[in-house]
């Protein structure tokens, strides 16, 4: 599967953006969010798996972003609102979801990553 991220731009404080994680060849069980900002470890955002679509945040977006499948299950979307300066980076798709400090996934692909940046 190769997973292919887009949307990210820059917004003002407050503003949204949503991503899209398009995976060609075949549609993976769940799809990771994970970003990365200057200077700082990659952490797991958000992750949508299984049939019934559980989906997962991290407390630092719980609330404000939300994750969510297109019926074929190709395309993951990640509507990011109310965005906050310390939301910048590198946005990455993944097969792998983070919860906590647990990676997990039998899949292992990345997409390309793209960049959020958030002015205050």
């Known amino acids: 599967v190769q997973l292919q991220a887009s949307g990210g731009g820059l917004v003002h404080s407050g503003g949204s953006l949503r991503l899209s994680c398009a995976a060609s060849g075949f549609a993976p069980d769940q799809i990771g969010w994970f970003r990365q900002a200057p200077g700082k470890q990659r952490e797991g955002v958000s992750c949508i798996s299984g049939n019934d679509e559980t989906t997962y945040y991290a407390e630092s977006v719980k609330g404000r972003f939300t994750i969510s499948r297109d019926n074929a299950g190709n395309t993951v979307y990640l509507q990011m609102k109310s965005l906050k300066p310390e939301d910048t980076a590198v946005y990455y798709c993944?097969?792998?979801?983070?919860?906590?400090?647990?990676?997990?996934?039998?899949?292992?692909?990345w997409g390309q990553g793209t960049l959020v940046t958030v002015s205050s």
């Open positions: 993944s097969t792998k979801c983070q919860f906590g400090t647990v990676l997990v996934g039998n899949l292992d692909a």
